[in-house]
């Protein structure tokens, strides 16, 4: 699903009228119709509706809602702010269409349950109490600066009220990409965010979580001209996607076939990280994996990964000489390894003459961060996995996700290596420049070694001879898909690293299922 710009929106809006034909009332028809949808299934008719409109189209929306709202006899409350004594067309045609219902409504059925009150000047808050909903549409994608004044004090009421919030689209004062600049308390905070035919980038990023809530795109039917302008490097993943990605294994398949991975992983104190890495590994499918560790980890590795074969380094607590990986399929490392002198040197050595191709991660990603300049010697395509911390070792420190995410794309272009940006909606980015949002995934997932399991699935497929970018978009689908399984039935908050690994063959199992 593409993530389009506030520009874009505008573009297929107008395609889609010039080309189904449809009159853009009509088009707004069927925007409100699929937010009253979700709203009729999940309140019913006692449940007041207050409703703020725009003088845009965002309000043309709003007051289309309040219409087909007020006809299935919600008690609806609408507010329309109109200061400048200028609306929209389209936001003027449904203005007109609310009062000719409430008019029908009053004269013919003797019902009287749309109030409607236009603001020009001054405003008289109506009281927003517990139970009520609030439907924002003052304002939606075509903002393009921060909300100050009369708008700023309206959202600031509804924000202090403990009325359950609905937006249309977008959250009123939120900008589609870029908030760096936003007015950040001018921002309605929506407990649902109904959106329209795509989602908006500024939904992924974890600062904005607060103002979007709970958000679900609606389909309505715009038709994207799929031209060079609705060329988006944002894509949202979903099921289908993934699913194109597998393999089908041969009845005649043999390990050899599926592929020997190297995983470089463990310290003294650190086995835990190669032991979670190697599991996944194993649980991923591969045909073969071989673990670098040192001999304090041997036995305990021996003993809880029975399928894997180990190869002893010289030093008994850390990793300290590179292994010739030219016998490998693909190799990672990184989980737990540490950061000694020793280690590091080793490090380098590894991913200078690396053979195959590469997964790094954690105390790997450490070493970067105290050396960037080595960032340059990292084979092409090799997939990094940061978290936070360890993305800022390498890009420096942002002042928001979407900074972040720009720094991120320029560099996984320079360098020609993917990225992972781990959290909700994870982000695989690509040497393209593009950026996949995960679909998958839970907050149960925040616990220690949940990166290790991850490294290891991702080896596990590249090994397996899948494209460096199927590998990484597939490894993060089926690790966040295994994480939603084991919550589903273990909860978010008794969720462990272990469970993520023995969940993966039922995720396996779910992304071949059609439903």
């Known amino acids: 699903m593409k993530i389009l710009s506030s520009a874009q929106l505008k573009i297929v809006d107008a395609y889609t009228i010039e080309h189904e034909p449809v009159c853009s009332t009509d088009l707004m028809e069927r925007a409100s119709r699929a937010v009253v949808d979700k709203i009729r299934s999940r309140w019913t008719v006692d449940t007041p509706m207050k409703i703020f409109a725009g003088p845009g189209n965002n309000g043309g929306d709003a007051l289309a809602v309040a219409r087909m709202l007020g006809e299935s006899n919600y008690k609806v409350y609408v507010y329309l702010f109109n200061t400048l004594d200028k609306l929209s067309p389209d936001c003027q045609i449904n203005k007109q269409r609310l009062l000719d219902i409430q008019e029908l409504k009053q004269h013919t059925l003797g019902a009287r349950n749309i109030e409607f009150v236009e603001i020009k000047s001054q405003f008289t808050p109506p009281a927003l109490e517990e139970g009520d909903v609030v439907i924002d549409g003052l304002f939606g994608t075509g903002l393009s600066r921060p909300l100050n004044g009369g708008y700023a004090s309206v959202v600031k009421y509804i924000n202090a009220s403990p009325a359950t919030v609905v937006s249309i689209d977008v959250p009123s004062g939120l900008m589609c990409e870029?908030?760096?600049?936003?007015?950040?308390?001018?921002?309605?905070?929506?407990?649902?965010?109904?959106?329209?035919?795509?989602?908006?980038?500024?939904?992924?990023?974890?600062?904005?979580?607060?103002?979007v809530g709970q958000w679900e795109v609606l389909d309505i039917g715009i038709i994207d001209p799929c031209s060079e302008e609705t060329a988006t490097p944002y894509v949202f993943t979903e099921k289908s996607d993934i699913q194109a990605m597998l393999k089908k294994r041969s009845r005649f398949v043999h390990k050899g076939m599926e592929g020997h991975a190297l995983l470089i992983a463990g310290k003294k104190g650190m086995a835990g990280a190669a032991i979670l890495s190697a599991r996944a590994c194993m649980r991923g499918g591969v045909g073969k994996l071989t673990i670098r560790t040192p001999e304090c980890n041997a036995s305990i590795l021996q003993s809880t990964v029975p399928e894997a074969i180990i190869n002893v380094d010289a030093d008994p607590n850390c990793f300290s000489q590179s292994v010739d990986s030219g016998d490998y399929d693909a190799m990672a490392i990184g989980p737990g390894i540490g950061t000694s002198p020793y280690t590091v040197q080793a490090f380098i050595d590894q991913i200078t003459f690396a053979k195959c191709q590469a997964v790094i991660d954690a105390d790997a990603l450490n070493i970067f961060g105290n050396h960037r300049g080595w960032v340059n010697l990292l084979p092409r395509r090799s997939i990094l996995t940061p978290h936070k911390k360890e993305l800022f070792g390498l890009i420096g420190a942002t002042r928001n996700s979407y900074e972040q995410l720009e720094r991120t794309r320029e560099m996984a272009v320079r360098q020609q290596i993917y990225v992972v940006i781990k959290g909700a909606y994870s982000a695989v980015v690509t040497p393209e420049g593009k950026a996949y949002f995960n679909s998958t995934g839970n907050p149960g997932m925040a616990t220690a070694g949940s990166g290790d399991v991850l490294t290891g699935v991702i080896l596990a497929l590249l090994a397996q001879g899948y494209l460096a970018e199927n590998a990484v978009r597939l490894g993060v689908y089926l690790h966040g898909l295994s994480g939603d399984l084991a919550a589903e039935d273990l909860s978010c908050e008794g969720l462990i690293a272990s469970d993520l690994v023995d969940y993966l063959p039922k995720a396996f199992k779910a992304l071949k299922q059609n439903n």
Do not use: G, R, S, W
Not at 178 to 206: C, E, G, R
């Open 178 to 211: 870029d908030n760096t600049y936003n007015v950040m308390n001018h921002i309605v905070k929506a407990d649902v965010t109904y959106t329209i035919q795509y989602p908006k980038l500024a939904f992924f990023f974890p600062e904005n979580d607060l103002y």
